[in-house]
């Protein structure tokens, strides 16, 4: 995802630097990448946040079981 937001960030570039375009179109394909961008980002964002769901839940789970067998054990 990062490399699909470094490639619109990197024509835009081009495109700016090129000068062939109007001040309008380039604003307007700048709003475009930033709108890319901000999907990007959310779309990240959101993995991580799952990703991170994913971990305390497992660990949790395991300390659950951990704690579990001591008892048991110590019964």
Known sequence: MLKKFALVAA???FLVACGGE???AMEQEAKEAEATANELLDQVSAGAEAATEAVVDS??????S???QVEEAAH
């Open 59 to 64: 660990t949790a789970a395991a300390a659950e």
């Open 66 to 68: 951990a704690v579990e």
């Open 22 to 24: 109007n001040t309008e």
């Open 11 to 13: 024509m835009s570039a």
